[in-house]
């Protein structure tokens, strides 16, 4: 199946201070992505969907200011936590989806983010 | 708005049972279930898509049901093993077919 990266896969920093998250298929392109948070024991609560050349749609109550997407290319998706927070601590996890022609297509998830801010 | 609820947080069960794991849908009709394995600290990982017009699908032990009328989907291990063990996520997508939203998951452990 195809194969999505992320990087960092784990992240440490101060509060008040930005971090970079990337996403990249590997093998294919992918027009769009998601991105997720979780909390432990929680599932997973999609935050916006990465459109590629276009703006990034958010889903409610996300702060687009503070967790800004960029699309940049059909391979790269970049979610950057602005001012980070301890509340914002959590296990960010990226998705793209078989851009084959069927509507069912599955999506495949990077392997994670674990973002904890002091 | 959509709701997607898996009934058991955790499941516990002996090496060699069926597993059998549920997922109940509110407020929508979805067109497809999606079931995912999610291992600690990992992302999911894809395992298998049932339809709407079909009511099983098989992929080595693991077998899936659709109950529209139930609104239910039941995800079934046979033969299960230690290996099993891991949080399993059924998912449907959102109105707009390209998202899709996740139940809270069911962590399996299965002892040997």
């Known amino acids: 199946g195809a194969v999505v990266s992320q990087h960092p896969s784990w992240v440490i920093c101060k509060s008040g201070t930005s971090v970079k998250i990337e996403c990249r298929s590997l093998?294919?392109?992918?027009?769009?992505m998601f991105w997720y948070r979780q909390f432990p024991k929680q599932s997973l609560m999609l935050m916006a969907t990465?459109?590629?050349?276009?703006?990034?749609?958010?889903e409610q109550g996300v702060e687009k200011d503070k967790f800004l997407i960029n699309h940049a290319s059909l391979t790269l998706s970049t979610l950057t936590v602005t001012s980070a927070h301890p509340e914002d601590s959590s296990f960010y996890i990226c998705?793209?989806?078989?851009?084959?022609?069927?509507?069912?297509?599955?999506?495949?998830f990077g392997p994670g983010t674990r973002l904890t801010v002091l | 708005s959509q709701k997607i609820e898996q009934n058991s947080e955790a499941l516990n069960i002996q090496e060699g049972k069926t597993a059998t794991l549920t997922c109940n849908y509110t407020?929508?009709?979805?067109?497809?279930l999606q079931w995912y394995r999610q291992d600690p600290g990992r992302g999911p990982v894809f395992l298998l898509l049932?339809?709407?017009?079909?009511k099983e699908k098989r992929k080595e032990r693991l077998k899936v049901t659709f109950d529209t009328t139930l609104k239910q989907s039941l995800f079934h291990i046979t033969a299960s093993q230690p290996a099993d063990s891991a949080t399993y996520l059924c998912?449907?997508?959102?109105?707009?077919?390209?998202?899709?939203?996740f139940g809270s998951g069911t962590r399996l452990s299965i002892r040997p």
């Open positions: 998705s793209a989806r078989d851009p084959g022609p069927s509507s069912y297509n599955e999506q495949f």
């Open positions: 990465s459109n590629e050349g276009s703006k990034a749609t958010y």
């Open positions: 407020n929508y009709s979805p067109a497809y």
């Open positions: 093998d294919f392109q992918a027009t769009t």
């Open positions: 049932i339809r709407e017009n079909e």
């Open positions: 998912a449907h997508p959102y109105s707009s077919a390209s998202k899709i939203i």
